[in-house]
């Protein structure tokens, strides 16, 4: 009886400090050793499962005519559960090989036909299919461009008109011709035309969806996001998320090749499709403050660019950055999984010892990915002339994922409580957490600073770096009012740099203008942020902005509070020290 009371004794002091039992039981029996919240060892360990994973596929890839009834000549992923695969096996069939697309070249051929009277110029679709592969594709690296390519000229599988489309309406966004906007003096409008082209097309594709299809809704998903209508993007992201679990594309290639027989360029499209999606996934989850749809778990593809050797090796061509950056951006999405469902989700860990725990482990974890990035990932790389646009966006979402790591542990602000006493009562894990944040939104200034210095402005720059740009300011802005003199002055000349920042990302991505003029009413409106240090060309609107723009841009100006129902909602769960 001392006994059992001695154990149920010790089983509560467990649940104090947040540690379940049970789950520990079951990693001791499993022979695992890393923690409960995951960590750095974690990663080790399920490295180690990934070896150990079965060699035999529990289902098969199979053509849409074999257990089901389109025959449209796509694979499909059926698992042992379906009972499909039995039953064919029961009939002596075997999993099909991909036959001979001719219904998708038919569609092809007709979308093409019917698109010939109101044909693009040549001229024109080469600025903005090259616009859309120098700065959209390598960092959503859902096309390759060699089979886009190739397929165009020769009608393959691997093109269709619907993905033209797509292309350049994406690709419209980074043109400043006034002939891809279908109001000249509204940067907004900017491919509106080929996304409506798109939607079209889009109704009859889904008939028979393809690998063209998954990738057009792809980019359509970033082309809604871009024009601010985030609930659309959310659905056709979806839709692609869908699609390409129809068509098994979260499985290993290694072990489809022995169910089916797929090209080596397909294979190898098929995983640079899939984690893809996946980042889009994870960025677009700490952008919205919503749950994550493609978890780690349910896949078990390679990573891009997987061999030690290659990862390791300096790559000169642009194919091999571009998949250095893929491979990095990917690895890096592992870890925001982790970090976002443990910290974000609706079941996320519960305040204790074991959170803060989490908070050191994946921050190591973090670190450890920067310093372990090859050296042409590196932004002061030796002797390198020139740097890839999009590492410096790598590396901005490095630093705001140290940010949304730290922000559940920020202290609580109290209206009540001057700040002074407030910074007194703090607990050391709360001033740990509230340094790395500011320290983490002075370093996306920087970079900030350094692509404008290469490259500019951020008129080309993928969307991602609005959100970086946004959970910096609101940060800095945050906190002005506990500085005085020297440090306050700096804080602005920061503020300022977010602002001129998310101004000449506002002629892209409208989500950009609209946290502009929402971040400048707030500073225009709080007194203890009235700096003369804000420059007047911070104060102006974008360049292409129109006259109803301007009026509408004066009568938020103009009004009381910084955010009104002219402006698309903040991102959830961004009230920082606000």
Same mark, same amino acid.
């Not at 499993?30 to 990663?43: D, H, L, M, Y």
């Not at 891009?304 to 999405?333: I, N, Q, R």
């Not at 490259?455 to 800095?476: E, K, M, Q, Y």
């Given at each position: 009886?001392?006994?059992?009371?001695?154990?149920?004794?010790?089983?509560?002091?467990?649940?104090?400090?947040?540690?379940?039992?049970?789950?520990?039981?079951?990693?001791?029996?499993?022979?695992?050793?890393?923690?409960?919240?995951?960590?750095p060892t974690a990663s080790l360990a399920s490295q180690?499962?990934?070896?150990?994973?079965?060699?035999?596929?529990?289902?098969?890839?199979?053509?849409?005519?074999?257990?089901?009834?389109?025959?449209?000549?796509?694979?499909?992923?059926?698992?042992?559960?379906?009972?499909?695969?039995?039953?064919?096996?029961?009939?002596?069939?075997?999993?099909?090989?991909?036959?001979?697309?001719?219904?998708?070249?038919?569609?092809?051929?007709?979308?093409?036909?019917?698109?010939?009277?109101?044909?693009?110029?040549?001229?024109?679709?080469?600025?903005?299919?090259?616009?859309?592969?120098?700065?959209?594709?390598?960092?959503?690296?859902?096309?390759?461009?060699?089979?886009?390519?190739?397929?165009?000229?020769?009608?393959?599988?691997?093109?269709?008109?619907?993905?033209?489309?797509?292309?350049?309406?994406?690709?419209?966004?980074?043109?400043?011709?006034?002939?891809?906007?279908?109001?000249?003096?509204?940067?907004?409008?900017?491919?509106?035309?080929?996304?409506?082209?798109?939607?079209?097309?889009?109704?009859?594709?889904?008939?028979?969806?393809?690998i063209t299809t998954i990738q057009s809704l792809g980019?359509?998903?970033?082309?809604?996001?871009?024009?601010?209508?985030?609930?659309?993007?959310?659905?056709?992201?979806?839709?692609?998320?869908?699609?390409?679990?129809?068509?098994?594309?979260?499985?290993?290639?290694?072990?489809?090749?022995?169910?089916?027989?797929?090209?080596?360029?397909?294979?190898?499209?098929?995983?640079?499709?899939?984690?893809?999606?996946?980042?889009?996934?994870?960025?677009?989850?700490?952008?919205?403050?919503?749950?994550?749809?493609?978890?780690?778990?349910?896949?078990?593809?390679?990573?891009?660019?997987?061999?030690?050797?290659?990862?390791?090796?300096?790559?000169?061509?642009?194919?091999?950055?571009?998949?250095?950056?893929?491979?990095? &951006?990917?690895?890096?999405? *592992?870890?925001?999984?982790? =970090? #976002?469902? /443990?910290?974000?989700? @609706? +079941?996320?860990? $519960?305040?204790?010892?074991?959170?803060?725990?989490?908070?050191?482990?994946?921050?190591?974890?973090?670190?450890?990915?920067?310093?372990?990035?090859?050296?042409?990932?590196?932004?002061?790389?030796?002797?390198?002339?020139?740097?890839?646009?999009?590492?410096?966006? &790598?590396?901005?979402?490095? *630093?705001?994922?140290?940010? =949304? #790591?730290? /922000?559940?542990?920020? @202290? +609580?602000?109290? $209206?009540?409580?001057?700040?002074?006493?407030?910074?007194?009562?703090?607990?050391?894990?709360?001033?740990?957490?509230?340094?790395?944040?500011?320290?983490?939104?002075?370093?996306?200034?920087?970079?900030?600073?350094?692509?404008?210095?290469?490259?500019?402005?951020?008129?080309?720059?993928?969307?991602?770096?609005?959100?970086?740009? #946004?959970?910096?300011?609101?940060?800095?802005?945050?906190?002005?009012?506990?500085?005085?003199?020297?440090?306050?002055?700096?804080?602005?000349?920061?503020?300022?740099?977010?602002?001129?920042?998310?101004?000449?990302?506002?002629?892209?991505?409208?989500?950009?203008?609209?946290?502009?003029?929402?971040?400048?009413?707030?500073?225009?409106?709080?007194?203890?942020?009235?700096?003369?240090?804000?420059?007047?060309?911070?104060?102006?609107?974008?360049?292409?902005?129109?006259?109803?723009?301007?009026?509408?841009?004066?009568?938020?100006?103009?009004?009381?509070?910084?955010?009104?129902?002219?402006?698309?909602?903040?991102?959830?769960?961004?009230?920082?020290?606000?």
């Amino acid at each position: 009886m001392l006994l059992q009371n001695r154990i149920e004794l010790l089983e509560k002091v467990l649940r104090l400090h947040s540690i379940d039992v049970n789950a520990s039981i079951a990693q001791i029996r499993a022979g695992e050793t890393s923690p409960v919240g995951g960590g750095p060892t974690a990663s080790l360990a399920s490295q180690q499962e990934q070896q150990q994973q079965p060699t035999e596929l529990d289902g098969a890839l199979c053509l849409e005519g074999t257990p089901d009834i389109d025959g449209d000549g796509e694979m499909r992923y059926f698992g042992s559960s379906s009972g499909r695969v039995e039953l064919l096996q029961l009939n002596g069939d075997k999993p099909a090989t991909p036959s001979s697309p001719s219904t998708r070249i038919r569609l092809n051929q007709l979308y093409q036909e019917l698109d010939s009277a109101q044909a693009t110029p040549a001229e024109l679709e080469q600025h903005l299919v090259t616009l859309y592969y120098e700065w959209e594709q390598p960092w959503a690296q859902l096309v390759d461009e060699s089979l886009f390519r190739h397929s165009q000229r020769t009608n393959g599988r691997y093109f269709s008109p619907l993905l033209l489309n797509c292309i350049l309406a994406m690709g419209s966004r980074y043109s400043d011709r006034p002939e891809v906007r279908s109001s000249p003096d509204d940067p907004n409008t900017a491919g509106q035309t080929f996304l409506e082209t798109a939607e079209v097309l889009l109704h009859f594709d889904l008939r028979s969806p393809s690998i063209t299809t998954i990738q057009s809704l792809g980019i359509m998903a970033m082309i809604y996001v871009a024009t601010g209508s985030d609930t659309k993007g959310w659905l056709r992201h979806g839709m692609a998320i869908r699609l390409a679990l129809d068509m098994g594309f979260n499985l290993d290639s290694s072990i489809l090749d022995q169910s089916c027989q797929l090209p080596d360029v397909e294979i190898k499209l098929r995983r640079q499709i899939y984690w893809a999606l996946y980042c889009t996934d994870k960025l677009w989850a700490s952008y919205t403050g919503r749950i994550c749809t493609m978890l780690e778990s349910q896949a078990s593809v390679e990573l891009p660019l997987s061999s030690p050797v290659d990862v390791d090796g300096a790559f000169e061509s642009e194919s091999g950055m571009l998949s250095m950056l893929h491979h990095a &951006l990917s690895t890096h999405c *592992q870890i925001l999984e982790k =970090i #976002l469902t /443990k910290l974000y989700a @609706p +079941k996320k860990l $519960p305040p204790g010892a074991q959170k803060q725990t989490f908070l050191d482990s994946y921050l190591l974890e973090l670190k450890s990915w920067k310093y372990n990035l090859p050296a042409n990932l590196q932004i002061k790389h030796p002797g390198k002339s020139k740097v890839l646009a999009h590492i410096f966006i &790598l590396h901005m979402v490095y *630093q705001t994922s140290i940010i =949304i #790591l730290a /922000k559940p542990f920020l @202290p +609580k602000r109290s $209206p009540r409580l001057s700040t002074e006493s407030q910074s007194l009562t703090e607990a050391p894990t709360e001033i740990k957490a509230s340094a790395l944040c500011m320290e983490a939104a002075k370093e996306i200034c920087i970079l900030a600073e350094q692509y404008r210095k290469a490259f500019g402005s951020f008129r080309r720059s993928p969307i991602t770096a609005t959100h970086c740009t #946004l959970l910096a300011v609101l940060l800095l802005s945050g906190s002005c009012g506990s500085e005085h003199g020297n440090s306050s002055n700096a804080r602005m000349k920061l503020i300022e740099s977010c602002l001129i920042t998310l101004n000449e990302l506002s002629d892209s991505w409208t989500p950009a203008r609209q946290y502009w003029r929402g971040v400048l009413c707030l500073v225009e409106n709080r007194p203890q942020m009235s700096d003369p240090v804000v420059g007047t060309h911070v104060l102006e609107g974008p360049a292409d902005t129109n006259e109803a723009q301007l009026d509408l841009w004066h009568s938020i100006m103009e009004a009381d509070y910084p955010f009104d129902d002219l402006m698309i909602d903040l991102p959830h769960n961004l009230e920082f020290l606000l």
